[in-house]
Structure formats: C-alpha cells, structure tokens
C-alpha cells in the first residue's frame, strides 16, 4: 500500500517535498478508501531543519509502514494520512500550525522534534482536546503543566541528567579519577537553557567544579571566542548541549585550535551521536561521549529500519527513529481505541502498555504524559563508527577515558 500525504500549507509543500520524495511513493493525490488523517508536525525550514527534516522522515516512514501491514484493523484497516506542517524553527509558527492540523481534520499530532516549539505546539493542541505525542522535546515543564493531551515518548531533562551524571562518575572513577574541572557550552533555547541549569545543580554534588557556563546563540557560525575562553580555563572536561549545526561547528573549533582536554562528554549533544557528523567530521568526532536518545542494537527490527534509511542515502538519527516510534505508538492506541474521538484516544494513550518498538526501553506506561519506560544511553565514537557503552546490558563496546594525549 502506498502513504498518503496532505499539506496544509504551501509552505509545507515546498519545504517537504525533497524529504518526502525519498521515502513515499509520488503522484498520490487522495486516499484510497477510509483514511484517519494525522498531524506530523516538526522544523522543516530554519535553524533547526536538518532535525525536523530527519524526524519527519521518520513518522512517514511509519505510516507507510503501518499502512503496508492492513493499516488499523479494528477500524477496517483504515489507512494512516500524514498532514505535513512545518513550524519554521519557531514556536509562535508551531502553535499557529496546530490550529491549521486541526481545522484540516487531523486526529492526533506527532512532533516537533524541539523543546521550546513543544511548549507550543502542546499548549494550543490542549486548546482542541487534541492528542500530542511528542517526539524529542526534553524540557520537563512539557509535562508539568497538567497537560491531559500530551504525551512525551523520549525521556525528559531530569532523568537524562541523572543517567549522564551516573554513568560520568562511573567512567571517571574507573580511570582513577582524573577528571576534576569542567566547562558547559550549551545553545541559548529552552532546553540547553534547562540543560546547563540542571547540570550546574548537579555537578558540584557529584563531586565536579564547574570553571565556567557558556551560552551561545541560534545559530553560531563562529566559536572562535568560545574555544579561547576554553584554552584560558583549561578545564578537564567540557560537557555540549547544542543541536547538530552548532554542535559539528563548536567541535571542528576544538580540533582546528588543538584544544587539549581529557574528554568530551555530551549530554544531548546535537552531533555526537550522529552518523553523519562521524562521516563528515571523523577526526572532530573521535572519541567523543554523548547521553542521549539510541536504538536498541540487540533489536533485529531496529537493524533492519537502520538499513532501510540509509538505502536512502539518509542518516539513521536519533529523530528518525523516535519519529518513527512514536507513530507506531499512535496507531497503536486507535486500534485499541477502535476510534478516532478524540477523548477516545486520549484514553487509550494514557493506558498504553505499548512494547513493540526499536527502542532499548520498557513498555510505554505514561505517568502525567511522561513515558516510564524511556530511558537514554551514552554512546562513544570509536574507530569511526558509535558505540553504546551504558547500560552495559547492550553496550557495543567500552569507553575509552581519557583521551589519549595528542588527541584534541
């Protein structure tokens, strides 16, 4: 079976049209049959389009997917409808795309990749009852707010923080403590804001000074001020928070000005779990540690997926695949809602015990709109390929700490 696509805007015809290309087949105009149309909403256009390109991916690929499999059966195997919008990088654009995917018919919301977008496009979907599973948002005021639509899949800044530290002490006592200083780089939004808060907190008690806090803006073509106050300080770690343009910048900085540290140690660094910046950038990217979103390796769907994506000629991101999740997710709770209503499927969501995904997670138990069972993972480039090596239940590989001397 084929995907169907509707834009609810031209500006999402223009800006979807190459990502849509790669993965769903052309010329198809309307559906065939029954259809529950879906909102997939995400920054295609802007700062932070590579990411919202790759997540949209990703959900189409799942509705072309669930569609190929007889689509929800429980409703006669009516088929899944994507209704792309692109929310331009901005939250004011989402929450107003929200209102448009409503008008137009959409069910459900699947998105926006961003967090500061999330804290929109939630907002205004609670304004229709209308379901919002987000994506990759990390910033746990997502959540908090009482929000009986929403849904976050992915795990939130807090438990994020609490793995990366964990799995930080347990990497530097290991190697017989030889990291005492760090520095923070985070972009300016709300989730490297929300990052660089949490971890200033929380480094101290875990036995880390912090020298030193840097923000930068969206987006930052020059870190050359930055890698300087670096240099000045020489702090033992530095520790990104940043999406993928900035992240691949600030690291190619490091390596172009030799800057000497034991390691880079990533929590949700927009690059250091990425394919594409290992292609790319290999010798930026060596050795560098990230705790974020991964796919499960021990998952032979998951391998299968990854290889699907990239006979694409695409990345197998982390927005690809939680996308993708997420839709699975979706149709999951309209075939046991048996039902498009709106409080019918907020329902089923909310009683989800949802298992069947590539992730290396528990089943999907919501408590206020946070998924139970996510949980992130650290992951190291080595040898120009990525390695899990927390939690060691499915580790790839082990860390290697600290960086040999000689390598920025």
Known sequence: MKTVQKHIARRSVLAGAAAIGALAAPGIARAQGASIKVGVLHPVTGAVAFSGNQARQGALLAIADINARGGIRSMGGARLEALLADAQSRPDVGAAEVDKLHEAGAVAIVGPFASGIALATTQAAARHNLPHI???????????????????????????????????????????????????????????????????????????????????????????????????????????????????????????????????????GGGASSYRFVKEFPQAADLVMDCNHWFDPRKAAALELKTRIEAQGLFFTYEVFLAYSCMLLLADAIERARSTDKAALIAALGSSTFADHIMPYGPTQFVNGQNQGARPVVTQVQQRDIKLIFPVAFASGTAVFPRPTGRA
Do not use: C, W
């Open 134 to 268: 987000v994506d990759v948002g990390v910033v746990d005021q997502i959540v908090t707010r009482g929000l009986a639509n929403t849904f976050r899949f992915g795990p939130g800044i807090g438990t994020i923080v609490d793995t990366a530290l964990d799995n930080l002490v347990r990497i530097n006592d290991q190697a017989g403590k030889p990291v005492k200083t760090v520095m923070i780089v985070h972009e300016e939004s709300a989730f490297g804001t929300g990052m660089a808060t949490q971890l200033n907190e929380r480094l101290p008690r875990a036995g880390f000074e912090v020298m030193e806090t840097i923000k930068h803006a969206n987006p930052t073509r020059d870190f050359s001020n930055i890698v300087l106050r670096i240099q000045a300080r020489r702090p033992d770690l530095i520790i990104p928070s940043n999406y993928y343009d900035e992240y691949v910048l600030f690291a190619r900085a490091l390596l172009q000005n030799r800057v000497q540290t034991k390691g880079i140690y990533s929590v949700l």
